[in-house]
Structures are given as C-alpha cells and as structure tokens.
C-alpha cells in the first residue's frame, strides 16, 4: 500500500533533496508542524524537503500493531531508492531508529534517542493510566505479557515483534553523520516531542533547516 | 552554584520543555506548588515522561516499583525525591 509522501519542491530544479525521517509515534505529532516549518525553509534555499508515513502512522492506512522497526526500516529504503539526484536523510529522535537502510549522501540525526528509553516512557504511560484508573499494574507484567501478546501503550497498538525491536534498538552508525542535540553546543530550540500540549518552534524550525544545510555543503552535496 | 541549586534548576527547565509552562511560570513554582491534578498539562504521558527524562538528565536510575503518586503531588515533593535520588 502507497503511504502518503508530504513533498515540498524549491522554486527551480532542486540542488538535492532532504528526506526527513520523523520521530516515532505521539512524538511525530508533536514535532511535525515544526518539522515541515523546517522543510519549507529548506525548499525555500533550493532543496527538495520530503517527509513519508510510515506504515501506521500519521494518515496511514495499516494498523500499527502490523508494523514493526525492520518494516519502517525497508520502507524507508524503498522511498530512498524513489527519490532522483543526492538525497540527505534527516532523521529526529527515534527516526534514527530506522534510517540506516536509506542509501543516502549525506546522514543528520537530531537528539537521537534509543528504542528502550521510548518503550520505558510508553510502559510507564501505561501503568500510570493504569494506577489512575484504579488498576493494579506494573512494568514487569507488561514487559512478561509483551512476549505472547500485542500491547495497548499510549493509545499505541504495539506487536510483540515491534515491542522486542524497540527493547534493544539503537541508532546504527552511517557515514558521513552529523549528529547533533539542542542546547548549548547544539542548536537553540525547545524540545517539542516531549511536550504535553502541541506548540510549534519557529527559531527551532530555521535553525534545523541552516545545520542540514551547512552539513550538505561540508559533505558536497550542494 | 551549589548542587541542589542545580537539580533544583534542572528539574524546572524539564518541566517547563515537557508542561509547555514557559520560563515565567517554572520560575514561579514554590515547594507547595500542585502538579498531577492541579496542572491540566500533567497527564500520565508526561508524568512518564517526566521521570524517563529525570533519568537522563539527573543521571539516575527510577526504579518505577519505589514512584508513588504523592511524589507527583508537588513541586516539592518531586524535587525531594529527585535530591534524594542524585544524593543515592
């Protein structure tokens, strides 16, 4: 099944284009109006900026409990191997989960995170849902139920392949990378996809899109 | 700065990213201050993410059998918590 591709041209024929890989579950909804206030800034320098669903999520038509990371990863490739002249992967956050199989010019991860820091906070979600409601729960019996059987986490569906995979998944070394967080050292910006309530980050959003730039330049893809 | 100044200011700029509460109202939070239940913002996804990034930021490890609720109740409760934790 085709998934939805958010593609934003530059004005003219594109110098290369910016595949932006988005951070995973509630996180992307959190993130992507800045994310595409990024992609506009970038077509807006000349590059072509996409951003795809991944397979149960955002306007997908699969299930989520159908999807797991190997799938996510393999379809990503596939819209890599779509996309015409250099292409540069930009992934946010658990992203950099998936964008490994991407054949690409140049990689750009933002705070990346590993797959068993995003099942912890989902799991706890859960049980604090859980307790609230005034139901006895706790990490381990999830975790023990996660081998046999799919998990509700967050209003996320998550099969017992995809729960193992985010247990232990970290992001894969490319070449070249830059990998780079917020704050000092970084950039200057607030971290959306943890945020309760959604809100957008125009500073954030024109920072991103400079730092790709600057780093497409430095690998020669211009 | 002193240590706990420190986890103090750490532990406001957190819940100001995750609560969206803007630097004015984290400043303003005293020991007395109500989270879980007085904030709208403070649902269980950021209570649990709240303590993923108390982790990584704290350098600590919450083992969640030892969270009970109270410690959400306040701001002072989670800041007591939170200097008993980096003090181990």
């Not at chain 1, 000349?46 to 397979?55: M, R």
């Not at chain 1, 000092?184 to 309530?197: C, H, I, K, V």
């Not at chain 2, 609720?69 to 003090?87: D, H, M, Q």
Request: hydrophobic letters at 50%; charged letters at 20%.
């Amino acid at each position: 099944m085709a998934e939805q591709l958010l593609h934003i041209a530059p004005p003219g024929p594109p110098r290369a284009s910016v595949l932006v890989v988005p951070p995973l579950f509630e996180e992307a909804n959190r993130s992507r109006r800045t994310l595409v206030l990024a992609m506009r800034a970038l077509a807006a320098q000349g590059f072509a900026a996409l951003l795809p669903d991944l397979p149960g999520q955002n306007e997908s038509l699969a299930t989520l409990e159908s999807a797991d990371l190997a799938q996510w990863q393999a379809a990503l490739a596939d819209v890599a191997a779509g996309i015409g002249g250099p292409l540069i992967v930009a992934s946010v956050r658990g992203g950099a989960l998936i964008d490994h199989r991407a054949k690409a010019a140049a990689w750009w991860r933002l705070a990346p995170v590993g797959g068993a820091s995003l099942l912890r906070t989902l799991l706890r979600a859960r049980v604090a849902a859980d307790r609230e409601a005034g139901r006895d729960s706790s990490i381990e019996r999830l975790q023990e139920a996660a081998q046999s059987e799919a998990l509700l986490l967050a209003g996320n569906r998550l099969s017992p392949a995809m729960l193992a995979e985010l247990g232990s998944a970290e992001a894969q070394p490319v070449e070249p990378l830059r990998s780079v967080a917020l704050g000092a050292g970084g950039l200057a910006g607030t971290p959306l996809w943890l945020r309760a309530e959604p809100d957008e980050d125009a500073v954030l959003a024109a920072a991103i899109a400079a730092d790709i730039i600057a780093w497409s330049e430095q690998c020669g893809v211009t | 700065m002193t240590e706990p100044d420190t986890i103090d200011a750490a532990l406001r700029a957190l819940l100001a990213d995750i609560l969206g509460l803007g630097e004015e109202r984290a400043a303003a939070l005293t020991e007395d201050s109500g989270l879980f239940g007085e904030l709208p913002e403070f649902d269980s996804m950021a209570v649990a993410t709240v303590l993923t990034e108390m982790e990584d930021r704290l350098g600590i490890l919450i083992d969640d059998d030892e969270v009970e609720g109270e410690i959400f109740e306040t701001y002072g409760n989670l800041l007591a918590f939170s200097r008993s934790k980096v003090a181990g």
